[in-house]
T-cell receptor
Framework: NAGVTQTPKFQVLKTGQSMTLQCAQD?????MSWYRQDPGMGLRLIHYSVGAGITDQGEVPNGYNVSRSTTEDFPLRLLSAAPSQTSVYFC?????????????FGPGTRLTVT | EDQVTQSPEALRLQEGESSSLNCSYTVSGLRGLFWYRQDPGKGPEFLFT???AGEEKEKERLKATLTKKESFLHITAPKPEDSATYLC???????????FGAGTRLTVKP
C-alpha cells in the first residue's frame, strides 16, 4: 500500500494563478480531508469528505474548492492564489468519521504564493 | 467553539529525563482526543486516541492520559529519536471538524 500520496511536493505560484493539489489514497477509506499548517497555528481543516460525492467545509474553506468523484481521490483547487495561501498542505484519510479517528496523513505540499 | 491549547511550546530534555506535555481542551461533547507525532518535513503520524476521562494508553516510552479538561503525554526516559513535534487534537459530537493544537516541539539531547 502506498497510503496517502500528494503531488506536487513543492509549488510556487504567482498571485491570481489557479492550481490543483492532488491527493490519493489506496486504503479504501471513506473519510478524507485537507488541512493547512502554518507556523504557530497548528493544522486547520479546509474541507473534508465523508464519501464519494459528499463534501463539506471545515474551519478555513475560503479560496478553496474540492470535489470527490471517487473514493480514492480528493483534489484541492486554489481558485485564485493569494499570498495568504502560502502554507504547507496536508491531505489525510481514515476509515470513518467516528471510531478511532486514526487519520493517515500524506507527506504534504509546500506552496508559496508570490 | 472547540479549542485546544498545548504547553509548553518547546521542551528541551536530556536523554533519560522524563517529563510531560500538556493539552488543554474545551469541547462540547468529546468524541475523541488524539495525539500525533510530526517529524520535520513530514505528515503527522498517529499515536493514540482517548475517549473518556480516566483512560490511559501506552506505547513504548509514551503514555497518554485524559481528564475532563486536559490530556497529558508522559515521556519516560526519552531518547534522541523521540525528538519531534507532538500534536493534540479533539473531535466533538457537534461537528465533523477535528481541531488541532499548535503542538509542542520536543528536543532530546544525548
Amino acid at each position: 500500500n502506498a497510503g496517502v500520496t500528494q503531488t506536487p511536493k513543492f509549488q510556487v505560484l504567482k498571485t491570481g494563478q489557479s492550481m490543483t493539489l492532488q491527493c490519493a489514497q489506496d486504503m479504501n477509506h471513506e473519510y478524507m480531508s485537507w488541512y493547512r499548517q502554518d507556523p504557530g497555528m497548528g493544522l486547520r481543516l479546509i474541507h473534508y469528505s465523508v464519501g464519494a460525492g459528499i463534501t463539506d467545509q471545515g474551519e478555513v474553506p475560503n479560496g478553496y474548492n474540492v470535489s470527490r468523484s471517487t473514493t480514492e481521490d480528493f483534489p484541492l483547487r486554489l481558485l485564485s492564489a493569494a499570498p495568504s495561501q502560502t502554507s504547507v498542505y496536508f491531505c489525510a484519510s481514515s476509515y470513518a468519521l467516528g471510531g478511532g479517528g486514526e487519520q493517515y496523513f500524506g507527506p504534504g505540499t509546500r506552496l508559496t504564493v508570490t | 467553539e472547540d479549542q485546544v491549547t498545548q504547553s509548553p511550546e518547546a521542551l528541551r530534555l536530556q536523554e533519560g529525563e522524563s517529563s510531560s506535555l500538556n493539552c488543554s481542551y474545551t469541547v462540547s461533547g468529546l468524541r475523541g482526543l488524539f495525539w500525533y507525532r510530526q517529524d520535520p518535513g513530514k505528515g503527522p503520524e498517529f499515536l493514540f486516541t482517548l475517549y473518556s476521562a480516566g483512560e490511559e494508553k501506552e506505547k513504548e516510552r509514551l503514555k497518554a492520559t485524559l481528564t475532563k479538561k486536559e490530556s497529558f503525554l508522559h515521556i519516560t526516559a526519552p531518547k534522541p529519536e523521540d525528538s519531534a513535534t507532538y500534536l493534540c487534537a479533539v473531535r466533538s459530537y457537534n461537528n465533523n471538524d477535528m481541531r488541532f493544537g499548535a503542538g509542542t516541539r520536543l528536543t532530546v539531547k544525548p
